[in-house]
Structures are given as C-alpha cells and as structure tokens.
C-alpha cells in the first residue's frame, strides 16, 4: 500500500469509530418512525445534534429514494425529498454486513466540495427497509491522523510518453548554465550552507533555480542566469547557520552538486534536464531528457555514481 493511502485509512477508522455508535442510535429512531415523512423528519431533527460534524441528514428507502427532507443544523432543507440518490458515488459501494459504511470521498453534486458519507441499515422487525444518510463536508472533518510525510525510498516516475519516444532524436543543446556551471554551483552551494536557502529546483536547460530561503519559506526567488553568473547575488541574502534540523549534512552539498553536473556532461541524448534538492527532508530529484524522474534520499543519490544512471564507468 502507497504511504499516503495508508494514511488516509487510518484517518477514516478513526472517523468511522466515532460516527458508528451515533448512526446506529439515528437507525434505531427512524425505524420506530417509519416510513412517514414528517415522522421521519422529526426523528432526524432529533437526532442531529448526535451525528458530529455532520452537513446533512436524510433518509432513503431500500431503492435509494430519499423520503425525508435535508435536515440541517440551520433546520430543514425543502426540494430533497423523492430525490433519486442510487446513481450517487456512495450508494455504490457495498454495504458491510454489519450495516454501517463511511464512503470514500467524493466530489459533492450542489457545492462541489471535497464530501464523504455515512450510511446505516435501518431495520424494521430485523428486515432491512432502507437507510439513514449523513453527509459530511471535508473540511468540518477532524484531523485525528498526523500530517502525512513524503517516504524516503526511492521513487521512479515515467514522463510524457511522447517524449520518451523520440528521446533518441533528441541532443543535449549547452545553455548559459552549461558554460558557467562551476561559477553558478558554487554560487548555490554558497547559498545553501551559508546564506539560509534550503531547497532549490535547477533548470538547466532554462538556466535558472528557483530557490526557498528559511528567512522567507513560503515564496520562492527565481534566479536567472545572470543572477547565477554574478557572486554579488549571495550579499543579497543574510547569512545564516546551516540549519541543525536538515538531514542533508553541510558538507554533502558540493559533492550532491557535483553529482548532479556529471549527470548534465556525461551523455548528448539522455541527460540531467533539471534536479532539486531539498535539505530538510533530505531528499533528491533527478529529471532526464526522456522525461522519467527519480527521488531518492540525499545519501542514496551520492552512494550511485555514473554508471547506475548510464551503464558506464565513472
């Protein structure tokens, strides 16, 4: 299972824990009133302050036909009832043997908001007759899982096909960066270890980076190839001490850049088209000429030389 799909399923056992109890006491309501509406209505109306977080309820027949009105925390909701919810994303998920199911989510129908819904087997003399429905809004939803990290094993992404196609036709053209490399990575290792930039995105092709600085990490500076052909652009940016919480160390930047200008040098048909490094998560990406990417931990990249990438001798 991906990682954050693992996330996401711990979060929704944990949501489906809370809403099981309150929807089967709500099932348990509508049974007693059914199958009027008003009856209903009133059962729902009663039982809303029980159903955390919850948009909206209603109540279905077993063919999916709404019978109620929406009840909402500002009351009711008319134009619902008779509504014809069989064709919706959550009715079409199997239904547990014990009768209750949180949905996956979805887009919903009027808001086009991020949803997800709860439904429960309403039985009346222990047959099943229909269900009650609660709909949820993502964003009323609490957070119970922590916030999901990006894994550090090594990735492989395929590009646009079109490109890996004629990657064969293609040559390696030297841009600015290409003939002002060594000026313009000593520049960024500069920029990394002593002027508080923590990731940075190269271009080679487009000679240019763009950069984040710990000063200021929510915007990005785009650095061009003149910026990158001038040390005068590092008095732009204060100094700072190399953050203690990076996982890339210090001293692994200029070999991590090295790194990454052998891969740009070392073939004219597949090579290095733009990297990044990031030193807090301690991770690299690798983007070739024929579009597939790599991201991999820092120490993994320097523990790989040339001829993992092209099968040659260093």
């Given at each position: 299972?991906?990682?954050?799909?693992?996330?996401?399923?711990?979060?929704?056992?944990?949501?489906?824990?809370?809403?099981?109890?309150?929807?089967?006491?709500?099932?348990?309501?509508?049974?007693?009133?059914?199958?009027g509406r008003q009856a209903l209505?009133?059962?729902?109306?009663?039982?809303?302050?029980?159903?955390?977080?919850?948009?909206?309820?209603?109540?279905?027949?077993?063919?999916?036909?709404?019978?109620?009105?929406?009840?909402?925390?500002?009351?009711?909701?008319?134009?619902?009832?008779?509504?014809?919810?069989?064709?919706?994303?959550?009715?079409?998920?199997?239904?547990?043997?014990?009768?209750?199911?949180?949905?996956?989510?979805?887009?919903?129908?009027?808001?086009?908001?991020?949803?997800?819904?709860?439904?429960?087997?309403?039985?009346?003399?222990?047959?099943?007759?229909?269900?009650?429905?609660?709909?949820?809004?993502?964003?009323?939803?609490?957070?119970?899982?922590?916030?999901?990290?990006?894994?550090?094993?090594?990735?492989?992404?395929?590009?646009?096909?079109?490109?890996?196609?004629?990657?064969?036709?293609?040559?390696?053209?030297?841009?600015?960066?290409?003939?002002?490399?060594?000026?313009?990575?000593?520049?960024?290792?500069?920029?990394?270890?002593?002027?508080?930039?923590?990731?940075?995105?190269?271009?080679?092709?487009?000679?240019?980076?763009?950069?984040?600085?710990?000063?200021?990490?929510?915007r990005y500076r785009i650095l061009?190839?003149?910026?990158?052909?001038?040390?005068?652009?590092?008095?732009?940016?204060?100094?700072?001490?190399?953050?203690?919480?990076?996982?890339?160390?210090?001293?692994?930047?200029?070999?991590?850049?090295?790194?990454?200008?052998?891969?740009?040098?070392?073939?004219?048909?597949?090579?290095?088209?733009?990297?990044?490094?990031?030193?807090?998560?301690?991770?690299?990406?690798?983007?070739?000429?024929?579009?597939?990417?790599?991201?991999?931990?820092?120490?993994?990249?320097?523990?790989?030389?040339?001829?993992?990438?092209?099968?040659?001798?260093?």
């Amino acid at each position: 299972m991906r990682d954050w799909k693992e996330a996401i399923y711990r979060q929704r056992e944990q949501l489906a824990r809370l809403l099981h109890e309150p929807m089967a006491r709500l099932a348990e309501r509508c049974a007693a009133a059914w199958p009027g509406r008003q009856a209903l209505n009133q059962a729902l109306r009663n039982g809303f302050a029980d159903i955390p977080y919850c948009t909206y309820l209603y109540a279905l027949d077993a063919d999916k036909q709404q019978l109620t009105d929406n009840i909402s925390g500002q009351g009711m909701v008319y134009g619902h009832c008779g509504r014809d919810r069989s064709h919706r994303p959550y009715m079409r998920e199997s239904m547990p043997p014990w009768g209750f199911l949180l949905s996956d989510a979805y887009v919903s129908r009027n808001a086009r908001r991020p949803s997800l819904t709860a439904l429960h087997v309403i039985r009346v003399q222990d047959g099943p007759v229909g269900y009650v429905g609660a709909d949820f809004d993502l964003r009323n939803l609490p957070v119970t899982a922590e916030l999901y990290e990006e894994p550090e094993h090594w990735q492989q992404i395929k590009g646009d096909p079109a490109i890996r196609s004629t990657v064969f036709l293609q040559r390696r053209v030297e841009s600015p960066m290409d003939r002002n490399v060594e000026q313009a990575f000593s520049i960024l290792g500069e920029l990394f270890t002593e002027r508080g930039m923590f990731q940075s995105v190269i271009h080679f092709s487009g000679s240019l980076a763009t950069v984040w600085f710990v000063d200021d990490p929510y915007r990005y500076r785009i650095l061009d190839q003149e910026a990158l052909a001038d040390p005068d652009i590092c008095l732009a940016y204060p100094c700072r001490p190399y953050p203690r919480e990076a996982l890339i160390g210090c001293s692994d930047i200029a070999p991590i850049l090295r790194s990454m200008r052998k891969l740009r040098a070392m073939d004219d048909t597949i090579y290095l088209r733009s990297s990044s490094i990031n030193i807090f998560n301690g991770m690299i990406s690798v983007t070739f000429s024929c579009d597939g990417s790599h991201y991999m931990r820092y120490d993994e990249f320097l523990a790989k030389g040339t001829s993992f990438w092209f099968g040659t001798a260093a």
